[in-house]
């Protein structure tokens, strides 16, 4: 005896993937969720990112228009510049030097002296400027005037990082931050499942 059809019958006949024909109408949901890990390596990525360029931008200006930076391992210009500080200062010509300016003059066989300009007289040239120095810290100006044709004027300084930059300098750190950078971006652009497995299961499909 043949059974009659009816619209009932229709609708609980499976389809041609074995799975009830109104289930099969109805799209599968994924939330697009993503864990706490690839979150903090695209976070390190950005950071590592902004400092590349800030690297980038540093040469550029060295280059350019010779703004460099210079660390501060006394105390001799505090309060205003700490032991430990980092400045960015630029090269200008002597002829702009005026008195209160910080600037950092070059000296043969020595270090760099930086300290505040307290008189600044004409030289055996034009270009040339005789100045006399004094660290906002110390009671009586340097022992003997410096003859320059060009300085090194402070633009600003940040206190407490000339430590970070010379730790940055070690080998050994050095090598560990290439290390994590390599192993962030091995990470970051790592091939990872689009999670087909399940979309099969989902759909039924075998």
């Given at each position: 005896?043949t059974t ?16 009830p ?7 599968a949901r ?10 903090l ?5 950005w950071i ?7 690297c980038?931008v ?6 350019t ?10 105390g001799?210009?505090s ?5 430990g500080?980092?400045a ?8 702009e030097?005026?008195?209160?300016d910080?600037?950092t ?5 020595d ?6 300009v ?9 270009q040339?400027?005789?100045i ?8 009586a100006?340097?022992p ?8 090194r004027?402070?633009?600003f300084s ?21 290390l994590a ?6 990470w ?19």
């Amino acid at each position: 005896m043949t059974t009659p059809t009816t619209r009932r019958s229709l609708r609980e006949q499976p389809d041609s993937v074995g799975v009830p024909a109104a289930a099969s109408t109805t799209p599968a949901r994924h939330p697009a969720r993503r864990g706490a890990g690839r979150i903090l390596a695209d976070v390190l990525l950005w950071i590592a990112a902004v400092g590349g360029v800030i690297c980038i931008v540093l040469v550029v200006l060295a280059f350019t228009a010779q703004i460099t930076l210079i660390m501060f391992r006394t105390g001799s210009m505090s309060p205003t510049i700490p032991a430990g500080s980092v400045a960015v200062v630029q090269r200008v010509p002597a002829s702009e030097i005026a008195v209160g300016d910080v600037v950092t003059v070059d000296r043969p066989d020595d270090l760099p002296v930086t300290h505040r300009v307290t008189s600044v007289e004409p030289g055996a040239s034009d270009q040339e400027r005789v100045i006399t120095m004094r660290g906002d810290a110390n009671a009586a100006d340097d022992p003997f005037p410096y003859a320059v044709t060009s300085v090194r004027t402070v633009l600003f300084s940040i206190p407490g990082i000339a430590t970070v930059i010379v730790g940055m300098g070690n080998p050994f750190v050095l090598g560990g931050l290439t290390l994590a950078a390599t192993i962030l971006v091995v990470w970051a652009f790592w091939p990872r499942s689009v999670g087909g497995s399940r979309d099969r299961r989902t759909r039924g499909v075998t």
